[in-house]
């Protein structure tokens, strides 16, 4: 059985998404001492977490990054903020998704479906890690880790999927709409920024490795994954 840490100071919207989440035969725990998120989620130990911006003592943003800290579990924040930038902060801070307010229920089900599905539901079947390797650049998209030349970057579940589809596709382009749909399920409720926000954090990870410009953006397409470094570099 999942479970799902709400971390909402609007307590009836908190009860609402735990009778959704309920309903649905997963665990959920509402945070009720908004100064000690992180000592709860380390107590429940859950496998996603949901998360509001404005919260009483330190922001959503704030416990993101501490809660990233420590664990690559998907975190969706579920804000009355709806404007890009604050979309955009929260996946700078780590964040696997953003759901404005108002929201249907059912569009938050298919999302933490979704993400539960590609972060834990594909391994349990796999006795062998998967790496996939181009030039000496090596994934290991189970450990959801990058390396090259002894270098290793941590990723997250949506940076490890990119990463994934565009060097398993080397040398094509691969559109916009394939990566809409290979990391989004339901991508009609996804905006246009999210799938840029997430290539730009890519680009910055592999910056971490000494790789630059490797990820080329083709007009009125999508995006090619280009040999920028060598092994030797």
Request: charged share 30%; proline share 3%.
């Given at each position: 059985?999942?479970?799902?840490?709400?971390?909402?100071?609007?307590?009836?919207?908190?009860?609402?998404?735990?009778?959704?989440?309920?309903?649905?035969?997963?665990?959920?725990?509402?945070?009720?001492?908004?100064?000690?998120?992180?000592?709860?989620?380390?107590?429940?130990?859950?496998?996603?977490?949901?998360?509001?911006?404005?919260?009483?003592?330190?922001?959503?943003?704030?416990?993101?990054?501490?809660?990233?800290?420590?664990?690559?579990?998907?975190?969706?924040?579920?804000s009355a903020r709806a404007g890009d930038m604050d979309q955009i902060m929260a996946l700078e801070n780590g964040a696997d998704d953003y759901i404005a307010k108002p929201f249907h229920y059912e569009v938050v089900m298919a999302k933490i479906r979704s993400h539960l599905r590609r972060t834990y539901g594909e391994y349990a079947s796999r006795n062998e890690e998967r790496i996939v390797e181009h030039a000496g650049l090596t994934l290991f998209p189970e450990r959801m880790e990058a390396g090259l030349n002894g270098k290793v970057v941590s990723l997250t579940k949506k940076e490890s999927d990119l990463l994934?589809?565009?060097?398993?596709?080397?040398?094509?382009?691969?559109?916009?709409?394939?990566l809409l749909e290979k990391l989004w399920?339901?991508?009609?409720?996804?905006?246009?920024?999210?799938?840029?926000?997430?290539?730009?954090?890519v680009r910055k990870k592999l910056q971490?490795?000494?790789?630059?410009?490797s990820i080329e953006t083709v007009r009125g397409s999508g995006y090619r994954l280009t040999?920028?470094?060598g092994e030797d570099q």
């Amino acid at each position: 059985m999942y479970t799902i840490m709400i971390v909402e100071d609007d307590f009836k919207i908190a009860e609402l998404l735990r009778t959704h989440i309920e309903k649905y035969g997963y665990r959920a725990v509402i945070a009720r001492e908004f100064g000690r998120i992180l000592a709860l989620f380390g107590e429940v130990n859950p496998d996603m977490v949901l998360l509001d911006i404005n919260l009483p003592e330190y922001d959503g943003y704030y416990w993101c990054r501490q809660i990233r800290s420590q664990s690559k579990c998907p975190i969706i924040f579920i804000s009355a903020r709806a404007g890009d930038m604050d979309q955009i902060m929260a996946l700078e801070n780590g964040a696997d998704d953003y759901i404005a307010k108002p929201f249907h229920y059912e569009v938050v089900m298919a999302k933490i479906r979704s993400h539960l599905r590609r972060t834990y539901g594909e391994y349990a079947s796999r006795n062998e890690e998967r790496i996939v390797e181009h030039a000496g650049l090596t994934l290991f998209p189970e450990r959801m880790e990058a390396g090259l030349n002894g270098k290793v970057v941590s990723l997250t579940k949506k940076e490890s999927d990119l990463l994934e589809m565009l060097m398993s596709r080397y040398p094509r382009v691969v559109s916009r709409e394939t990566l809409l749909e290979k990391l989004w399920d339901d991508q009609s409720y996804v905006d246009d920024n999210t799938l840029n926000v997430n290539i730009t954090r890519v680009r910055k990870k592999l910056q971490e490795l000494g790789i630059e410009d490797s990820i080329e953006t083709v007009r009125g397409s999508g995006y090619r994954l280009t040999v920028s470094w060598g092994e030797d570099q």
